[in-house]
T-cell receptor
Framework: DTAVSQTPKYLVTQMGNDKSIKCEQNLGHDTMYWYKQDSKKFLKIMFSYNNKELIINETVPNRFSPKSPDKAHLNLHINSLELGDSAVYFCASSSSRQETQYFGPGTRLLVL | GQNIDQPTEMTATEGAIVQINCTYQTSGFNGLFWYQQHAGEAPTFLSY????GLEEKGRFSSFLSRSKGYSYLLLKELQMKDSASYLC??????????FGTGTRLQVFP
């Protein structure tokens, strides 16, 4: 199937741990994004990469580090997890020739 | 600053028409999107407006007035499966989507 996929779908971990979320798209898009959706369902951009280059970095704590090994992948590494990091993290992708962003299924992160 | 306002909740009856409004104040406007999000799922694209006017796509239509900073999403012939959150999002350059808080629509039989 052509889509944006994320792993894992659920992530439960202890405060202070380091974790990674992976995202892959096989739509041939050149731009990828990470969004955070909090408990109030507010969806906010965190990062975007275009052709492996960081384009948007929205006042996100530097405990969050995105990594784009190639155009089809954008991973998110989070150090020293805090309770407030609990949220749903969505990956998305788009093509510079087409405006629509397509979202992955989300990763539900719970920090205990 | 950036500000996107939508009603928090709306209810409607199956078969009816509902209009969800969105007002925005942003810099560098480069288009307005509507997304649908069912509970526990990813947002899915519904419509895109970059010029003033109405875009129609089946049962869904979206309108934009850039001078008024206003858009609406019109849903016709409502079905139970239309119960979801509807997210208004403004695109700013270079390619940043700013989302509103979403409108939770409940459709009743």
């Amino acid at each position: 199937d052509t889509a944006v996929s994320q792993t894992p779908k659920y992530l439960v971990t202890q405060m202070g741990n380091d974790k990674s979320i992976k995202c892959e798209q096989n739509l041939g898009h050149d731009t990828m994004y990470w969004y955070k959706q909090d408990s109030k369902k507010f969806l906010k951009i965190m990062f975007s990469y275009n052709n492996k280059e960081l384009i948007i970095n929205e006042t996100v704590p530097n405990r969050f580090s995105p990594k784009s090994p190639d155009k089809a992948h954008l991973n998110l590494h989070i150090n020293s997890l805090e309770l407030g990091d609990s949220a749903v993290y969505f990956c998305a992708s788009s093509s510079s020739r087409q405006e629509t962003q397509y979202f992955g299924p989300g990763t539900r992160l719970l920090v205990l | 600053g950036q500000n996107i306002d939508q009603p928090t909740e709306m209810t409607a009856t199956e078969g009816a028409i509902v209009q969800i409004n969105c007002t925005y104040q942003t810099s560098g406007f480069n288009g307005l999107f509507w997304y649908q999000q069912h509970a526990g799922e990813a947002p899915t694209f519904l419509s895109y407006n970059v010029l003033d006017g109405l875009e129609e796509k089946g049962r869904f239509s979206s309108f934009l007035s850039r001078s008024k900073g206003y858009s609406y999403l019109l849903l016709k012939e409502l079905q139970m499966k239309d119960s979801a959150s509807y997210l208004c999002a403004v695109r700013e350059r270079p390619d940043k989507l700013i989302f509103g808080t979403g409108t939770r629509l409940q459709v009743f039989p």
